[in-house]
């Protein structure tokens, strides 16, 4: 049998650690100043409670979808390794969120002042640690009409599936305990500054710039996009590059997935079963119907057939360009959006440039871009007096520019480093001797293939 790395007895120590220490984490007891922050169960609605609960398990159901509609995609070799890595991303960032990550995002703001005003950049690591304390009370500005730990949770799910969506540009080559550190890294030092910053309540980008990100295009969809175009350079080609997609039938089943989790991402981020959300609600399937319709007939337009690979995409990306705009656009404005960005995604997804990138399953051209359109097309039509270019609000416009150039450049060079940092204590390619035999083999011992021998137990440990 061969020695065990140290790697796997320094994950294996890890898990341990936090399990053991939650046994004896001592009950903390609030002080004056974390109670004035917080109502009282009172004034908690049940009607919120229900439909965040609801919310926040179609956000759950996301992640599943996204391994079906990425695991259908890939070569048969590689199907379950691809699947995983999505799914792997529930246990791990779901501890980190618990045990640090929400108090990261959400927690006792730290930042500057700027011409006499407070504006933060990241929370302190110990403010709400398991949430042991006031978890069961609403909180008076983040969320005021619900448990304070139902929103802790909600917002879990999208720290879940932003390191799951960049996955897909690496696919078929990474190795699998690399790409658990990555996100482990990815969320602590991308995630929970670029979500603290924009909504919590003292965050630069909200506050300063004035962004609004009403649920995730820039947050969830420009920092995976961005991550998945510096990890697909980073790694470099696959060693063949050219695939037929295993299983349609899964991309279409985790399309429909993702567009149902879709209504709980956008209409749930209203945080109450109001108005809000049941516009959020209209405008996340117009934008993506429009979008889907959109996608196949520009590929007609140039000379492709339709598909049924091209009409998921085609939805997906409309998905990405209404998130950070749901509840801020009218309905007809949000087909605009699908329209648009259908469009603009599918010209950067076939260009010359992109081709150049190994992007496995063109994560950054749906995600990136979708989110770059999303963010820009929300600073042009949002609703409300200067609260867009459309509504006189030139100075809105001119600084989300501004913070959209200021988000690409730290979730790219961010994860840039990261990805180095990774490698330099755990490669992140597989050997070519794995990537030639299909990571579902090699690196997890599984196949999908019931033609093939079976296979014999301790493969991991021949192919590295």
């Known amino acids: 049998m061969k020695k065990l790395e140290k790697r796997w007895i320094i994950s294996f120590a890890i898990i341990s650690i936090v399990a053991v220490a939650g046994l004896f984490w001592p009950e903390s007891i609030p002080d004056a100043d974390t109670l004035s922050q917080f109502g009282t169960s009172e004034q908690i609605v049940g009607a919120d409670v229900a439909w965040l609960l609801a919310a926040s398990s179609m956000v759950l159901f996301m992640t599943p979808g ?129 979500c603290h910053s924009v909504w919590h309540p003292t965050g630069i980008l909200a506050t300063y710039f004035g962004v609004k990100d009403f649920a995730g295009g820039t947050v969830v969809h420009m920092s995976a996009g961005f991550a998945a175009l510096a990890g697909a350079l980073v790694l470099g080609k696959r060693r063949n590059s050219r695939h037929i997609p295993t299983n349609i039938p899964f991309v279409l089943l985790g399309t429909g997935m993702l567009w149902f989790g879709w209504f709980g991402f956008n209409a749930g981020s209203a945080l109450a079963a109001n108005g809000t959300a049941a516009m959020a609600f209209a405008t996340t399937t117009t934008a993506s119907a429009a979008a889907m319709l959109t996608w196949i007939f520009f590929e007609r337009l140039n000379g492709r057939k339709v598909s049924a690979l091209g009409a998921c995409v085609g939805a997906v990306v409309g998905l990405v360009a209404i998130t950070p705009a749901a509840g801020y656009v009218t309905v007809p404005q949000s087909i605009f959006f699908g329209f648009i960005t259908a469009i603009i995604s599918n010209l950067v997804l076939t260009s010359k440039a992109m081709q150049k990138i190994d992007d496995t399953l063109d994560v950054f051209a749906c995600h990136g871009v979708g ?43 961010g994860s840039w480093i990261l990805f180095k940092v990774t490698n330099y204590f755990i490669p992140l390619r597989v050997s070519e001797d794995s990537e030639h035999l299909g990571l579902d083999l090699s690196q997890h011992d599984e196949t999908i293939d019931p033609s093939k021998p079976e296979q014999p137990l301790g493969i991991l440990n021949l192919v590295p």
């Open 371 to 413: 989110g770059i359109m999303g963010m820009i097309l929300t600073a042009i039509f949002a609703q409300g007096e200067n609260a867009s270019l459309m509504h006189g609000g030139w100075n809105v416009f001119a600084h989300h520019m501004m913070a959209l150039v200021l988000v690409s450049v730290f979730t790219f060079v």
């Open 66 to 194: 996204l391994s079906f509609f990425y695991g259908g995609m890939v070569g048969k070799k590689n199907v379950i390794s691809t699947m995983l890595q999505s799914f792997i991303c529930l246990g791990v960032v779901t501890l980190l969120w618990v045990v640090v990550g929400f108090s990261l995002a959400f927690g006792e703001p730290m930042g500057i002042y700027i011409g006499g005003k407070f504006y933060s950049f990241l929370g302190d690591p110990t403010t709400f640690a398991f949430m042991d304390n006031v978890g069961s009370l609403p909180h008076k500005i983040m969320a005021s009409s619900v448990p304070f730990m139902l929103f802790a949770l909600f917002q879990m799910k999208f720290a879940v599936i932003t390191p799951a969506i960049i996955t897909g540009s690496f696919a078929e080559r990474v190795r699998f305990i690399s790409f658990m550190l990555f996100i482990c890294l990815f969320t602590i030092f991308i995630y929970t500054p670029l």
